[in-house]
């Protein structure tokens, strides 16, 4: 009985995943008409991972055919743990075969475009064909939603099997009645924004190539740049400010903006995400503005930066690498931090933040109550349940654990403490600011790790965990 369990459970991932493989092989098709409009002509590296996807896909859906009515959340969260792999392998192939990085470096750069972390791998950028600098951009565009969840709205048809795989991307929220409608509207809400954020920074002095780049890396608060020296090559405060703008619209929830394009414009202000984004970004900058030798544009910027998980830097590298390190320690916090949970953003988020927080105020005014009292625990007039506050808790209790093992390693390999944190702290976030640790001199077990903590920050640890668990029964086998 548990082997046929066992089989059954496998055909229904397969079958999911079988579409997810399509969908990532017809997305990687097309920088291809980038390289038509700038007349680059390597078009092999594009295409044979692009069908080779397409194909075994396209395989597993007819094999497998069937299946998906049996599919349960364990289902879900294994195909999307999956399908974060096989994107970034897929992505890590194109690069492999496009430049001369090796594999290993391709996979890295790959996870860290689809995944929204934003790190690179490519000491020259600007140096790169622009289809492999939209690819980057690109990756970044669809993983901000997430690989699934793109899937879902153009592949899979409403039912079970989409609900089940959109909870499995940690989204929780329902902007419509369904799954699939709520999708469609995140889609077309997405596209307004990206849409807008071109225009706002080709009108602020941005080439339209990288205009184009630019929003779809910050609307999706991924962080990757055409640029060297990230959105700081263009000595322009206009752009920066523009760049803060679409970085606070990607890190606010989804359901905010929805409100607020019905006409609701006080849903914005009294959602208490975005009171708390805006209130740590004026702290923290007030902060570092104060204590550090860092101009208040800069102090600004890179707090929005950090908090929305984005990325982008208004400094060369290696002036981020001569910060103070009370600046280091301000951006690692928020970091952590991460802004509004269904977002593009990564880390912690600001809700489960607010929820420990408020848990542990609750927990004293409790002991100062009298005895048999009940005390009313809401955030935001919406009832807190025990389980919400044990599910924050947990999270935050096991990010920190994988934090402290990626740290320990590269601590272990002769980085600077302070710094190696930093990057640890960056690459879980899926943040993307660097103190310069990843680079193609990084050694190949720090790099597997950091890869890891890509992965796990993007899906929010569980899916990973139960993919895993699911491995190892399998072997144990």
């Known amino acids: 009985m548990i082997g046929q369990l066992r089989r059954r459970d496998f055909f229904v991932i397969a079958e ?14 097309l920088p291809i008409l980038v390289a038509l409009i700038y007349n680059e002509t390597d078009y092999i590296a594009f295409f044979l991972p692009s069908v080779f996807s397409i194909v075994i896909g396209y395989g597993l859906r007819r094999l497998f055919a069937g299946n998906s009515k049996n599919m349960r959340l364990k289902h879900g969260m294994m195909i999307a ?44 950028v600007e140096a790169l064909p622009k289809s492999i600098l939209f690819l980057r951009s690109m990756e970044q565009w669809i993983g901000g939603l997430g690989v699934v969840i793109v899937v879902i709205g153009i592949l ?39 849409a807008v954020g071109i225009i ?15 929003t779809m890396t910050a609307i999706a608060t991924g962080g990757m740049s055409v640029k060297n020296d990230n959105i700081g090559a263009y000595h322009s405060d206009m752009i920066n400010i523009v760049a803060m703008i679409i970085m606070i619209l990607g890190a606010t929830s989804f359901l905010v903006h929805y409100r607020v394009l019905k006409g609701k414009l006080s849903f914005i202000i009294r959602d208490i995400q975005f009171q708390a ?130 740290w320990i390693v590269l601590v272990q390999y002769g980085y600077d403490a302070l710094n190696a944190l930093f990057e ?15 680079s193609q ?22 899916p990973v965990l139960v993919l895993l668990r699911a491995a190892i029964d399998i072997f144990k086998r």
Request: net charge positive.
């Open 277 to 406: 984004l805006i209130i740590f970004t004026f702290v923290f900058s007030l902060l570092i503005i104060v204590n550090t030798n860092l101009t208040s544009m800069n102090a600004v910027f890179n707090s929005v930066s950090a908090i929305t998980t984005t990325g982008f830097s208004s400094q060369p590298l290696n002036a981020m690498v001569a910060w103070p390190q009370y600046a280091k320690i301000m951006f690692i916090g928020l970091m952590l931090l991460g802004g509004s949970a269904g977002s593009t953003v990564g880390a912690i988020k600001l809700i489960r933040v607010i929820t420990v927080l408020k848990s542990i105020y609750w927990e004293i005014a409790k002991i100062f109550s009298p005895e048999g009292s009940i005390l009313p625990r809401k955030i935001a007039d919406k009832q807190v349940t025990d389980a919400e506050i044990k599910e924050a808790s947990s999270f935050i209790s096991i990010y920190f654990v994988f934090l402290f093992i990626t």
């Open 200 to 214: 706002l920074f080709i009108l602020a002095g941005m080439p339209i190539f990288d205009s184009i780049n630019h």
């Open 81 to 124: 743990a999956l399908a974060w792999l096989w994107a970034a392998f897929i992505g890590g192939l194109i690069l492999t075969l496009a430049t001369n990085i090796s594999f290993l470096d391709g996979y890295y750069e790959s996870m860290a475009a689809w995944t929204g972390t934003g790190m690179t791998m490519f000491p020259n």
């Open 156 to 194: 899979i048809r409403p039912g079970t099997a989409a609900a089940r795989l959109y909870k499995s991307e940690a989204r929780e929220e329902r902007i419509r009645p369904s799954i699939a409608n709520t999708v469609k509207t995140i889609w077309w809400i997405y596209l307004f924004y990206t």
């Open 16 to 29: 999911q995943l079988g579409f997810i493989m399509i969908g990532i092989g017809v997305v990687t098709l």
């Open 441 to 462: 001199t990084m050694p190949q077990i720090p790099q597997v790790f950091l890869i890891f903590n890509m992965w796990i920050g993007r899906l929010e640890i569980i």
């Open 424 to 438: 640890v702290c960056s690459t879980q976030g899926c943040v993307g600011l660097s103190m310069g640790i990843t």
